[in-house]
């Protein structure tokens, strides 16, 4: 078994370079299912029907959120009906759509998906570390391969949620903070965990947004509107191999790519 996940895909840029890109990705590690974080595919905030659907054609198999989920309003006329689309799960109940999933492939093999959702630093949430700890109480009796989207702030939050997790789950990657970190590694009961798989999108902006308004609103505190950054793009993205006995990591792989340097292995 084998999982690449796309970090948070940002805006046009950003799926102009997953349209780039994975078609030789496919060819070089040949996943079976293909992740994306894309709760900032739309502009920079949330995500719509149509890229769904436009990151489903392209062979993606899942798609996690965050706290952008709701920022497209688009999104409250599909999410409960997809089932390959999951916002953090730590989210009140009654929340429209679902905190994880059973993904299936083309061959028949199933993984199942979690996304929650950190708070420090973050709006206020349910507990993420006890509610991961429930959904894995209704996985672990039928799934052995379990990966979990951790979308927080704080690294020390990501890497406790690692520790929480370890031997429990596949794999702990950590989305939001759109830095890619190097800190990759198999934990010591056989999770593997990275802090955060970085961002696919504009590569000079600042986090995906155009620099100069960012710029003007650290250099004088007044209200700016942000937009997406339009320029060359960045790819990040993890590939984890799992084993099929135990379900737990052999291998995790960092992917980091430029429009300018256009270079395969």
Same mark, same amino acid.
């Not at 070089?28 to 709760?39: A, M, S, W």
């Not at 959702?117 to 206020?124: A, E, I, K, N």
């Not at 955060?196 to 590569?203: A, E, F, H, S, Y």
């Not at 992917?255 to 256009?262: A, V």
């Given at each position: 078994?084998?999982?690449? $996940? ?28 293909i992740l994306v974080n894309g709760e900032n595919a739309a502009g920079g905030r949330g995500i719509t ?29 599909? @999410? ?40 420090? $630093? ?23 391969? @379990? $990966? ?118």
């Amino acid at each position: 078994m084998r999982i690449l $996940f796309i970090g948070d895909i940002f805006g046009g840029v950003g799926r102009k370079a997953v349209k780039t890109l994975l078609p030789d990705l496919k060819k070089k590690f040949d996943p079976t299912f293909i992740l994306v974080n894309g709760e900032n595919a739309a502009g920079g905030r949330g995500i719509t029907a149509a890229i769904a659907k436009e990151l489903y054609e392209q062979g993606v198999h899942g798609i996690t959120l965050g706290n952008h989920t709701w920022d497209n309003k688009d999104i409250f006329n599909f @999410i409960d009906d997809d089932e390959r689309m999951i916002r953090p799960a730590n989210y009140p109940p009654g929340t429209p759509g679902k905190g994880f999933t059973v993904l299936r492939n083309a061959s028949g093999k199933e993984l199942a998906l979690v996304n929650v959702m950190g708070r420090t $630093f973050l709006p206020p949430i349910d507990c993420p570390f006890q509610t991961v700890d429930g959904i894995l109480d209704k996985l672990k009796k039928k799934h052995k391969y @379990i $990966f979990v989207d951790f979308h927080a702030e704080a690294t020390s939050e990501k890497i406790a949620m690692g520790w929480h997790l370890d031997g429990k789950v596949s794999a702990v990657v950590g989305t939001h903070t759109h830095v890619q970190t190097n800190d990759e590694r198999i934990l010591p009961k056989g999770t593997a965990y990275l802090t955060d798989v970085g961002m696919t999108g504009p590569r000079d902006g600042v986090l995906g947004m155009e620099r100069e308004a960012v710029l003007q609103k650290f250099k004088t505190q007044l209200p700016v509107r942000f937009t997406a950054d339009e320029g060359k793009w960045q790819f990040h993205a993890v590939v984890v191999t799992l084993d099929n006995d135990t379900g737990l990591a052999k291998k995790i792989e960092l992917i980091r790519r430029f429009e300018t340097e256009m270079i395969f292995e």
